[in-house]
C-alpha cells in the first residue's frame, strides 16, 4: 500500500502538470511533507512540486535562494534555474511554473548565493558577474573580473554590489544601459542671467556635460568595505548592507545629500549574516549577543543600538523574525525567542536543530538526527516531525512564510499554512538616485 499511495502522488502531480512535464526522479514522498495528507495534519498543504531540468546523474543542487515571488537554484552543473514562487498577474505564469535555466558556466568551482531584484538575478560564477533578466532569462549583460569574488551579489535599487577582494565591493548598475542621473546644478548662482547663460551654452553644445557625468555615474566604482566581507551583502532601504569578519557593519543609503555610509560596532565576530526586517538590522555574535539596530531618519542617517540582549549560547547561522518574534539557533542548547520590539526573553526550548523557515504558528527545523522538525512559534513546544526522505537539502528562507523543501537530485517543493492564499509577486519600481 505504501509503495501504491506513493505511485499515485507521482501520477497526480505529473498529471496536474505541476512537474513542468518532468517526471520526479526516484525521489519518494509517502510520509515526508510532500505527502498531502501528511503535511494536513500539520496545517499546511502543498503549494506547487517541480523537477529541475539539469543533468542529476552527474551533479547536484548547490544552492537554492528564496526572493520576492521568486526561487533561484543553482546546480553543479553550472546552470540557474529560476522558478515562480507566487501567483503571477493575468497572463503570467502561475506558481510553481519554471520559468527559465541559463547556462553560466560548465560547473566546478564555488557556487555563489545569486542576488534577487525586481527585474533581474545577478549571478557570480568563477571570475564572471551574470546580469539575468527576471522574467525571460535573457542576459542583459556580463562583468569579468581579475580574480574570484568573494561572495554572492545583492541587487538593490538600481545598483549591484559584489565583493571582489578582502577588502572592496564593487557596485554596478543594474542596467548599464539606462541613462544616468542628469548633472545638478550648483548648489549656488549669482543671478538669474549667470543661470540663463549656463543653459544656453550647455544647450549650444549639445548637453555634451550631462552626458559625460551621465556616463560616469554609471562606471564601476570600488567602495572600500573595512574588512573582509562575512557573507553576502544585502539591501537596506534602497542602499546595501554588510559585515566584516571582525564585526564591523557598514550600511551604505541613499538621502536627498547623496549617498550617506554609516558603520556600528558589533565588537565582536558575527555569527552567521545579519537580517534585515523592516528597516530594522538583527545580528548575533559568535560570542552570544543579539541586538537590534535601526536606521536613524535623519539628515545623514545613522545606525542607532536599540536593544541587546546576551544569549545562553553562542547562536548558530540564521535569524528568523516571524510577528513580533526573533527566533536564533543556539546549537546543542536548543533554541530561544524574543521580541524583536524590546528584546525580552519570550521562550526557550533544548530541542536543537538548524531553522530553514517559520509558516504560520510554527518553527521549521533540521533536527539533529535528519529529521524536519517543527516547534510552536508562540511556545517553543514541539510538534510535528516528518521524515525528511530525499528533501535533505536545506533551504533557508527568511524571505517569505513558505516552507521551501529541496532534494539534492533537484526536486523542488513549496509549503504553505492552510488557507493561506498565495500573493502576487511585488516588484517596487527601483528607487530614485541621490541627485
Same mark, same amino acid.
Given at each position: ?227 573582509? $566581507? ?5 539591501? !537596506?532601504? %534602497? @542602499?546595501? /548592507?554588510?559585515? +566584516?569578519?571582525?564585526?564591523? =557593519?557598514? #550600511? ?38 543579539? $541586538? ?5 531618519? !535623519?539628515? %545623514? @542617517?545613522? /545606525?542607532?543600538? +536599540?536593544?541587546?540582549?546576551? =544569549?545562553? #549560547? ?122
Amino acid at each position: 500500500m505504501p509503495v501504491l499511495r506513493n505511485l499515485l502522488f507521482v501520477l497526480v502531480a505529473v498529471g496536474g502538470g505541476s512537474l513542468a512535464g518532468s517526471q520526479i526522479r526516484g525521489d519518494c514522498l509517502c510520509g515526508t511533507p510532500a505527502d498531502e495528507f501528511a503535511a494536513e495534519r500539520a496545517g499546511l498543504e502543498r503549494e506547487w512540486i517541480l523537477q529541475l531540468p539539469f543533468a542529476a546523474s552527474t551533479s547536484r543542487v548547490e544552492q537554492v535562494v528564496v526572493g520576492d515571488g521568486l526561487v533561484v537554484a543553482q546546480t553543479g552543473d553550472g546552470k540557474v534555474h529560476a522558478v515562480q514562487a507566487a501567483d503571477a498577474r493575468a497572463g503570467e505564469p502561475r506558481a510553481g511554473s519554471l520559468l527559465w535555466s541559463y547556462p553560466v558556466g560548465d560547473g566546478g568551482g564555488p557556487a555563489f548565493r545569486a542576488g534577487i531584484g525586481p527585474a533581474l538575478v545577478a549571478v557570480a560564477h568563477d571570475k564572471d558577474l551574470y546580469g539575468i533578466d527576471r522574467g525571460t532569462g535573457q542576459l542583459r549583460w556580463q562583468e569579468r573580473f581579475g580574480t574570484l569574488t568573494e561572495a554572492g551579489p545583492a541587487v538593490s535599487g538600481s545598483w549591484i554590489y559584489v565583493p571582489d577582494a578582502p577588502d572592496s565591493m564593487m557596485r554596478l548598475p543594474a542596467n548599464p544601459y539606462r541613462a544616468g542621473p542628469r548633472a545638478e546644478l550648483p548648489a549656488k548662482s549669482d543671478t538669474k542671467d549667470k543661470k540663463k547663460s549656463a543653459r544656453s551654452a550647455k544647450k549650444k553644445a549639445g548637453g555634451k556635460d550631462d552626458d559625460k557625468q551621465s556616463a560616469e555615474r554609471l562606471l564601476p566604482i570600488s567602495l572600500d568595505t573595512a574588512g573582509r $566581507v562575512h557573507q553576502q551583502p544585502q539591501p !537596506l532601504n %534602497g @542602499g546595501v /548592507l554588510w559585515c +566584516t569578519d571582525e564585526g564591523t =557593519l557598514v #550600511a551604505i543609503e541613499p538621502s536627498t545629500e547623496g549617498w550617506q555610509r554609516n558603520e556600528f560596532y558589533l565588537e565582536q565576530p558575527p555569527a552567521g549574516r545579519p537580517l534585515v526586517h523592516d528597516h530594522a538590522i538583527f545580528a548575533a555574535t559568535a560570542e552570544g549577543d543579539l $541586538v537590534r539596530i535601526d536606521t536613524l531618519e !535623519l539628515q %545623514g @542617517g545613522g /545606525l542607532r543600538l +536599540t536593544w541587546r540582549v546576551f =544569549l545562553d #549560547a553562542p547562536p548558530e547561522a540564521d535569524l528568523f523574525v516571524s510577528g513580533d518574534r526573533v527566533v536564533v539557533s543556539l546549537g546543542e542548547e536548543g533554541l530561544a525567542a524574543y521580541s524583536a520590539e524590546t528584546g525580552e526573553h519570550l521562550w526557550s526550548t533544548w530541542f536543537p536543530g538548524r531553522i530553514v523557515a517559520v509558516s504560520g504558528s510554527r518553527v521549521w527545523i533540521f533536527d539533529r538526527v535528519g529529521r524536519l522538525s517543527s516547534l510552536d512559534a508562540a511556545t517553543g513546544e514541539r510538534r510535528e516531525r516528518f521524515c525528511l526522505g530525499s528533501f535533505s537539502f536545506p533551504v533557508v528562507n527568511q524571505a517569505t512564510d513558505r516552507l521551501i523543501l529541496a532534494s539534492p537530485r533537484g526536486v523542488l517543493m513549496s509549503l504553505k499554512p492552510i488557507g493561506k492564499t498565495t500573493p502576487p509577486a511585488s516588484r517596487p519600481p527601483a528607487p530614485k538616485e541621490p541627485g
